[in-house]
């Protein structure tokens, strides 16, 4: 059961672009890094970051030395525009 449950959060996750920057996560628990970031992230690790569970996408940003940048209001509202755009990822 533990296995299903995070599959369900991983599809729950997903990547949008904000103002050029990145930003990978759900409503609830985002992390906003710019693109290129993200590509280092998915070079090293051979995943993306929007298909790993948090504390994967934690380990791997301390590993590729990426710094989350601060989510904005903006980001956090574009996060939720887009969970509800497709409600079949939640």
């Known amino acids: ?4 449950r ?3 959060l991983r599809r729950r996750r997903r990547r949008i672009i904000v103002a050029g920057a990145v930003v990978v996560g759900a409503a609830n628990s985002m992390v ?3 693109q290129k970031d993200a590509e280092k992230i998915q070079q090293t690790t051979g995943k993306a970051p ?3 569970d948090e504390q994967e996408l934690q380990q791997a940003m301390q590993q590729t030395g990426v710094q989350a940048q601060p989510v904005t ?3 956090q509202q ?3 525009a887009a969970d509800a755009a497709d409600p079949q990822q939640e």
């Open 1 to 4: 059961m533990l296995g299903r």
């Open 6 to 8: 995070r599959r369900m």
């Open 32 to 34: 906003k890094m710019s």
């Open 50 to 52: 929007e298909d790993m």
């Open 73 to 75: 209001a903006e980001d």
């Open 78 to 80: 574009a996060m939720a």
